[in-house]
């Protein structure tokens, strides 16, 4: 969220000194990214009016590791429903 301070260590991912904890985030460093575009540095604070965004499947989603913060006015859906895991699947609030 906006203020919040985004690290990324030993393949952790930690928001305002805090580690987050979910098996997928292993492995989180990104790899150099195929475009020649220069990755944002870490630690980084998220600019009023953004947010860090992180794609569902860690190891291959080019998200904030690679495009940094995202503009909240660039968000035109929210999530209403999980499918998967089915251990959690069902309705978001």
Not at 20 to 48: C, D, M, S, T, W
Not at 58 to 72: A, E, Q, T
Request: charged share 20%; glycine share 10%.
């Amino acid at each position: 969220m906006p203020g919040d301070t985004v690290s990324l260590k030993d393949g952790l991912l930690l928001v305002n000194g805090e580690t987050v904890h979910r098996n997928e985030l292993q492995a989180l460093a990104p790899h150099p990214y195929p475009g020649g575009k220069r990755l944002p540095v870490f630690p980084l604070i998220v600019p009023e009016g953004n947010v860090f965004l992180l794609g569902d499947n860690f190891r291959n989603s080019l998200d904030s590791r690679y495009l940094g913060p995202i503009s909240i006015k660039r968000i035109i859906y929210r999530p209403t429903y999980r499918i998967s895991p089915n251990s959690q699947s069902g309705e978001l609030k």
